[in-house]
């Protein structure tokens, strides 16, 4: 007899556990990109009173923890990664008292507050820029290349495309590794040391329970600024040291904030945690960033740079964690984040491919990223017009690169048509005519849909003892298929467009894409991933 799986009903939802000192290890940490979550004040954008009347949707899906992205006083150059004043909510996002009510909500939900902390540079209207004198001791200046100064210091090109520099009316330059709004820091200054410590003191009074380390791999630069060499350095961020990124000076700094968490964490009876936002070139210069008096986890890129390919994935997966074992640090996994193609279309455009690669994502040992909105299957939005685009990438690299705005269209709550909920008014990008299929309400209570896949395999991850942070090892499988037992599952992974027979790995506890068992065999369909019981 054959039977059909699609999502098992499941039993009903256990209460949160008490996660205790070590939460984090194999958390599901659900990043809020605040001004596309949820708006509240109907100005199209999205604020922080919005994240806080979302809490019992995220207390539902099951995640542990919020990240959210950078809601500071900022000029808005780099969607708040350009901030002005590290202890100001931006007037766009609400003010302190919303910040620590949405804190405040959240522990009460049981959730985690992480927020970001943005050091390598601040807003071209932060005090410190706009004081000459300041400036100049806080900010890397250096004297122009040429007879009169003319040519940049050096070779460096911004991430955003462009030089690296730019000329102030006095004549000299000013390094930004992103936009001209955000000049790098200098971090031999003891000021700079001082500053962010007093910044994370104070979001940690406000009760967060750790900080994601905006580019934590940039903070110091090679002594003498050297040239690199040639252009196209895009390319190389990630697959090399540079001489402005994945510096081994970084470590002190991170050593030291870890002495700051652990310290505060100490004297107020919870864990407070680092989180890498790290572009190093290998998965051995990443668990660097991680050792145990440094920072507690770092995203896995190379992961997320991975396609959807068996040998390919297992490699990375392996590669990932060995990496971590000798610093004792959980592996991360992520697809999806604010700066990146949503992976639903940057893996093909499947649904069936995005709802396997989170099912694989969600079963394997560590803690997990879901970037708000892949719950929902949204894709990327690859048809924004020119003149709402807003990425400071997609204008300093002539439209070649403006992939961000795409990924950070406002999520779809409810309803027939834009703006699906978000608010009562516009949204900052356009939303598709097509989203109500997608919305938070249309898919609520559909056994069938990507948001149930979502909620079903976060309570099971909770009900399954070391399903999070347990062993893992690979079981025999087929070319383009993967299998591995997880203390009480089995997962398999079908990466290949076609079904495929397998002898029955144990009972279907929860499959991407319904399953078929008969007899001693089953039937897994092309990009799938099933839970089996074993
Ligand atoms: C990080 C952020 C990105 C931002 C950049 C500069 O990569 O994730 O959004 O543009 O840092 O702060």
Redesign the pocket.
């Known amino acids: 007899m054959t039977q059909e799986l699609t999502s098992p009903s499941p039993a009903p939802r256990a209460p949160a556990p008490h996660r205790g000192p070590r939460w984090w290890r194999d958390a599901v940490i659900y990043q809020v990109y605040v001004r596309s979550f949820a708006d509240s004040d109907g100005d199209g954008i999205g604020d922080l009173r919005g994240a806080r009347g979302k809490l019992p949707y995220l207390k539902a899906l099951g995640v542990d923890a919020v990240w959210l992205t950078p809601f500071y006083a900022s000029p808005q150059a780099?969607?708040g990664?350009d901030v002005a004043d590290y202890r100001a909510v931006d007037p766009l996002f609400g003010g302190l008292d919303d910040a620590r009510d949405l804190i405040d909500a959240a522990h009460e939900a049981n959730l985690r507050v992480i927020v970001d902390i943005?050091p390598?540079?601040t807003s071209d209207r932060h005090p410190w820029f706009q004081d000459p004198e300041l400036a100049r001791q806080r900010y890397v200046f250096r004297p122009g290349k040429g007879e009169h100064g003319e040519l940049p210091p050096n070779d460096w090109e911004s991430?955003f495309g462009g030089p690296a520099w730019t000329r102030t009316d006095r004549g000299d330059w000013y390094l930004h590794l992103?936009a001209p709004e955000?000049p790098d820091l200098d971090w031999n200054n003891s000021d700079v040391h001082a500053e962010f410590e007093g910044i994370m003191r104070f979001w940690l009074d406000l009760g967060v329970d750790g900080f994601r380390v905006?580019?934590a791999h940039g903070m110091v630069k090679a002594p003498g600024l050297p040239d690199i060499g040639h252009g196209e350095q895009a390319k190389l961020i990630g697959t090399q040291v540079l001489p402005f990124f994945d510096q081994d000076g970084v470590h002190a700094i991170h050593r030291s904030w870890r002495r700051l968490l652990d310290g505060y964490g100490d004297a107020h009876g919870k864990a407070v945690v680092g989180v890498a936002?790290a572009w190093a070139p290998s998965a051995e210069r990443l668990a660097l960033y991680v050792r145990p008096d440094e920072l507690h986890q770092a995203f896995n890129f190379h992961y997320l740079n991975t396609g959807w390919d068996a040998a390919s994935l297992r490699a990375v997966i392996d590669a990932s964690l060995e990496a971590m074992r000798p610093v004792g640090a959980p592996a991360t996994w992520v697809l999806s984040?604010?700066?990146v193609v949503r992976h639903r279309t940057r893996l093909g455009g499947s649904l069936d491919r995005a709802r396997a690669a989170a099912l694989l994502m969600l079963a394997l040992p560590g803690s997990a990223y879901v970037y708000q909105g892949e719950e929902l299957g949204l894709p990327e939005v690859t048809d924004l017009p020119d003149e709402v685009r807003q990425d400071p990438s997609f204008f300093r690299a002539n439209g070649q690169d403006g992939f961000?705005d795409g990924c950070r269209v406002p999520l779809p709550w409810s309803g027939t048509a834009p703006p699906y909920g978000f608010g009562d008014a516009g949204t900052w990008l356009p939303q598709p005519a097509d989203w109500h299929r997608l919305t938070v309400e249309a898919q609520t209570g559909d056994p069938h849909s990507t948001l149930e896949l979502y909620r079903t395999a976060l309570d099971l991850r909770r009900r399954l003892p070391g399903l999070g942070d347990g062993e893992m090892s690979w079981q025999p499988a087929p070319e383009g298929l993967l299998a591995f037992r997880r203390p009480g599952v089995l997962c398999t992974v079908n990466t290949l467009a076609r079904a495929a027979e397998l002898p029955l790995p144990g009972r279907p506890l929860l499959s991407s894409a319904p399953v078929a068992v008969d007899g001693a065999s089953a039937v897994v369909p092309g990009d799938s991933c099933t839970w089996w019981a074993i």
């Open positions: 780099d969607g990664y943005v390598n540079h991430v992103f955000q905006d580019v936002e984040n604010h700066d961000r």
